[in-house]
């Protein structure tokens, strides 16, 4: 596709159960980078794949949070046992030539 | 690992006046600096880039933004705010692909 498009758009779950989100780059894009937005917050840094390295999972808040990605292709965030405090927007974005590019996130709310 | 400082998390101004917003950076190498802006419930978009060529940056919307190796600093700047110019603008640093974002400033436009 022309962009980074991510799925799905609105998750609505219950507190305790498994989520899972997805994110598929712009073909070509070597990085990849997953965000979390809090309502009235600034982009929280979660995780971050390049190419074939290690990715750097620095910015994630728990042991709750995993995230895998295959080759230079989709990506998956999971969150295990949700909690009320997971619930925001989440971000994906891929890069090249430094430039990120933004797909459209995935709003979480856990009740 | 390279930071950046949003020295004010929300800016009010009139209508037809200057706009300026604050970003400090630190990092080890020559970094690449970048202005993002996100209108509400839209997507991050764009704003702006410096990658090592001109100092002053012209972006998008009226947008510039100077950057200053001595105070690191990549200040944003218009000339003369419009209203739809309300919205959230953070600035990000990166090296290489690892790239982070500020915490952001709110702009917003009084008629």
């Known amino acids: 596709g022309a962009g980074v498009s991510q799925s799905p758009s609105n998750k609505v779950t219950e507190k305790g159960k498994d989520v899972e989100l997805r994110c598929d780059p712009i073909?070509?894009?070597?990085?990849l980078y997953w965000y979390r937005q809090r309502l009235g917050q600034g982009l929280e840094f979660l995780i971050y794949f390049q190419g074939n390295s290690a990715p750097d999972k620095s910015g994630l808040p728990s042991d709750r949070f995993s995230a895998e990605r295959t080759g230079e292709s989709v990506s998956t965030l999971t969150i295990q046992r949700t909690q009320q405090e997971d619930s925001a927007v989440y971000l994906c974005?891929?890069?090249?030539?430094?430039?990120?590019?933004f797909g459209p996130g995935t709003r979480l709310l856990v009740l | 690992a390279q930071s950046v400082t949003q020295l004010d998390s929300h800016v009010s101004v009139s209508e037809g006046t200057p706009v300026l917003l604050r970003c400090n950076y630190s990092?080890?190498?020559?970094?690449?600096l970048f202005w993002y802006v996100q209108h509400p419930n839209k997507g991050l978009q764009l704003l702006l880039k410096y990658t090592s060529a001109a100092t002053l940056v012209k972006g998008i919307n009226g947008f510039e933004a100077e950057f200053k190796k001595s105070e690191t600093s990549f200040h944003l700047t218009k000339p003369s705010a419009h209203m739809s110019d309300a919205a959230e603008y953070f600035c990000v640093v990166s090296e290489g692909n690892d790239m982070r974002f500020g915490a952001g400033t709110r702009l917003t436009v009084k008629p």
């Open positions: 073909s070509g894009h070597t990085a």
């Open positions: 974005a891929s890069s090249q030539r430094e430039t990120q590019y």
């Open positions: 990092s080890s190498y020559s970094p690449s």
